[in-house]
């Protein structure tokens, strides 16, 4: 039987989570180190994707993450908090976006220090809210610039840009898996990729399992993020609360393609506890990980062929209700 | 062990479909007869909601029905076709309006006959395109009124409105449950109530299982339809395809209530056979049915009585992961 | 010609805004002074919505309110931060329930101090993220509950529930305008009424002009806020940056029912500056205004009387198109 | 002053609409001439994108469209109707695949003969329904094979591929303007374009604005179609009825990259006179053109390099509230 696949999270899911009403915060802060404890106590998760500057800065995590069994697979530079709100590599202000590059630049040198597979990029606050606010050519062009340098810059190290269509801002630069490819063939480097959020993908109105194929084809999938929502927003829910038979889908498609990745966490579990939320999404992962292991692929491939949606439906949700949940 | 409910299907399942491309159809002519006996091909159909007037008008269904082991449980007059396209209760035309009342009870005259259990109200025609096209309140009371009448004058029988947000109108005056429960508050007659489709309320932004809660709370959930959709749009698909959670809540909170009515098949199989996406809809729903049965309904009060989601989430899964597929 | 209408403004249009990425605020933090003489700078409010607790909390604001030119038509008890955050009138703990109402209570006794039109009850956290989680009947009873008990406890005030789709919550309570309607009604308390959020009816798939019809012919239309969004969310934009026509549409409904309240503010400008962005929506909303003086309301009920959209258009598009930005 | 662009429109505009539910159709059956005749009666038009094959399929139409001024730009081949409901280049039957692309090819020989601008493909069967229907890399290269076999085929002519995000398909394969750019990179011939149709755009979650910007970048922008919807559907809605301000973004857009094509209409008045909902929306395309006259672009250019909404919407907005209807 084949072995499992490593588990990960964004170490922001054991964080402290904020939104427009609840200015004060859904629990009381928590620092880095703090997070990467409850990240070990999970007990199943071997990596984690750290948010860079850390909370506080200075402070060191290389020992802390090994106390609890877990490396860092990537630093999240921040650059969508106040400073760069009006944008990070489209900031109208050139001083502004000098200093997001700088700060990606800064959270890539320390990313090559703890070993990490890639350095995320989340440009959350680039793009626009209004129509007629943006020059679209000019931010499709500085964002583009922007990604290059530092992949010129750290050209040992692997950039993973994170597409959404939109939040914080109203609409996104890097909306869609096309697009973000688009961008990444002009860019004409080699180590820019792109992390595919399963969120993000569905309530983008792509599908899920054919956006990593489109990645997977153009051989640029480095990571992946998963969590679920009512396909109308980015609500970061637990893994398959909504959304198991296409859940199933994109690990299929995955596994088919003999993708080696982490299966990584990205919920925020606004209102539950951080370490039990992500012991449900793991539950379900693994749930979803037997499920792959009894799936008849080649009565499913015959199908997919005569595009047979019943028989296939069917022969999935065979394979995914057979794989009961663990005791 | 609890028997299993009675399973049913509207009889345009078995029919042809046209969409504004395929203006040739996805297949050919179906006959109301023929309409019939596909729907006794899939050997677990009680009843069938008929549209009416039949195709051809003159045909005689009861022969035919108890040859398939079928009843009528409804019929659908059609008051959404070219006649009725710029609106049946709510026609500009007064005279329209008058043929669409008159339509619905010369089914109701026929439903009687019939022994259904009720008349299907569904007045997709009936709503606005445009901003500033329609006087609301007028259309509001033209709706109400109609309504009121026919219930009024088949005092015997049973009027149920399938409230849906949109299509083919782009807003639909009876476009959501409550706003359904509104227009019954002011008919002030006692034999109107609401079909709830599931897709309709799954992507009018409602829960469909709350939705189900409030209409049971009015006294007045007098018939379902389901089936699925990706939450944007009627798509009419196979139950569960996507949903499998919520239609599984959806369940639980009817048997909760201890609702007796029949589950009942909505689906458009445009590009399927349509005997047996049927069948793979009651499979689904058989499925669904035996979860129920082992589904720990004291463990979830307990946890509902928390709020506790992720317990919830959990009991709900367990239940529905071990109601293996039947071979 | 008519005089024109009151303009207002929640008072949160003029403090900092966080989301979950911005954790450190869009902006520095604002008092409520600080941010009534922001509103003051528009120069063309003449009442703010103040959420309460003040901050800080025992500050008193009626002499700055005075000195800007304001008057109080109503406070808005925060009833959606952390301690709330699992629900406020829904809370699974009865102690925070408790604490709610007597939050809007304390808000209540100075509402009347300051000569309020009325309380506004935004329960945003009370509603539910997932499948299964809640018991519905329960936490509809609950908000029906408490919103009677408020209503009692001030027979001599009144109380506008904002209703929402979603957000904060995954989904709500008191989600549109039936829904919350059909809760009034059960309250059977002459003092409940609705506060009609533009933005939210649009991205809840309602027409906010019907909506608003909808709640003026159950004499309950106390209140309005405006804003735009791109229909998916809650974006709380500028006034008319999107959707000029349904805007006007919802002000000819208000005019045509001679409905006399307060044209309301209820933007969200995180990047913009806050008084630029009220003069902006004041300056739409007065072009809308003007428009409503040389809309030929008889050609316009002539042609909803025949449901004709093209005319209906046309003569809205004309008056609108006519009503030049002020120089 | 700048001369007025050519205005055109689909000719299926001037047809018989039909739908799921009005099966019987909107109207009467209308023949190719009979549309074409139509068309001329809107007396704005100068060309039009007909349907082929015609219907009746061996009519003669050059002298039916010179004796309406008319020219046709383009020819839709129907490669959706029942023969290619299961797909057209991405049916599992590839005698199916191969009659789809005979069908354009044959309708590319006749485009030639009439001096049309581009074959438009619209292939709006290919896609799935459900997930795990589809093997997603097998669909993405039988839609890149068979368009890059016509483009090489007929390459004197132009294909344009018109995009969309779903209907009548759940999802398309084409469904969107960064992902039918990278099959067109993929497909390596000049001779294949983009289709932008500012309603699937919108829908898309796509600015259109920004889509068009994408597509020039690209090189690749054949052609427009412009029409209106409530952001959730293809409703084909008359040009500006709700995004009057995105559509006015939108011609800015094309005008300052100095495109010189057709503003084309793509609506579909169901229940609307179609000579008189093509007048209005030419009405309001002109509305638009003049506003383009008075736009202040270099002060909309820099308010856009300091990505300042609140100017640039309010200067965006002055133009189009001065351009007022025409008598």
Redesign the interface.
């Known amino acids: 039987m084949a072995a499992e696949p490593l588990f990960g999270a964004g170490l922001w899911h054991f964080g ?12 009381p802060p928590v620092s880095t180190l703090e997070a990467i404890d409850r990240a070990g106590q999970v007990g199943s998760l071997s990596v984690v994707d750290i948010n860079y500057p850390f909370n506080p800065p200075d402070v060191e995590v290389e020992e802390r993450l090994k106390a609890n069994g877990l490396r860092a697979i990537a630093l999240t530079p921040e650059i ?3 400073k760069f ?3 990070a590599f489209t900031n ?1 202000d050139p001083e502004i976006r000098r200093a997001a590059i700088e700060l990606v630049s800064e959270a890539a040198d320390l990313a090559r220090r703890l070993g990490c597979d890639y350095v995320k990029l989340w440009p ?2 680039d793009g ?11 931010l ?1 062009q500085m964002s583009i610039d922007a990604v290059r340098e530092l992949a010129q810059r750290h050209p040992d190290l692997r950039f993973a840009i994170e597409y959404k ?4 801002r ?2 996104m630069t890097f ?2 898996a ?2 973000t ?2 961008a990444i ?1 002009k860019m004409d480097v080699p180590n820019v990729g792109v992390l595919l959020d399963f969120g993000h993908s569905l309530y ?4 899920p ?2 956006a990593a ?2 990645i997977l ?1 153009h051989g640029r999938l480095y990571a992946i993020d998963v969590n679920d929502n ?4 980015d ?1 970061d ?2 893994v ?7 859940t199933f ?1 994109f690990f ?2 995955l596994r088919q393609a003999n993708w080696q990745g982490v299966w990584q966490l990205d919920q ?1 579990p ?4 951080a370490v ?2 992500a012991r ?1 999404g793991v ?2 992962m693994r ?1 979803i990980w037997r499920a792959l292991q009894v799936l008849d692929v080649d009565a ?2 015959e199908a ?7 028989a ?7 394979a ?6 663990e005791s």
């Open positions: 402290q989570f904020r939104d427009r009403y609840a200015t004060d915060g859904y629990g969508y908090t106040r709100s009006r944008g109208p959350g606050q626009w809210d209004y129509p007629f606010q943006a020059d679209y050519k000019a499709w269509p939109r939040e914080p109203n609409r909306s869609s096309a697009r490819l688009l063939e983008g109105l792509e599908s399992a054919d194929q489109l084809e009512f396909r109308g927003w609500d829910m637990v398959g609360s909504i959304h198991l038979v296409e889908e299929h498609t925020f606004f209102r539950e506890d039990e939320a449900a539950e379900v749930t499913l491939a997919q062929a005569r595009q047979d949606a019943l296939a439906q069917r022969i999935a949700r065979r995914l209700l057979s794989a009961q949940i």
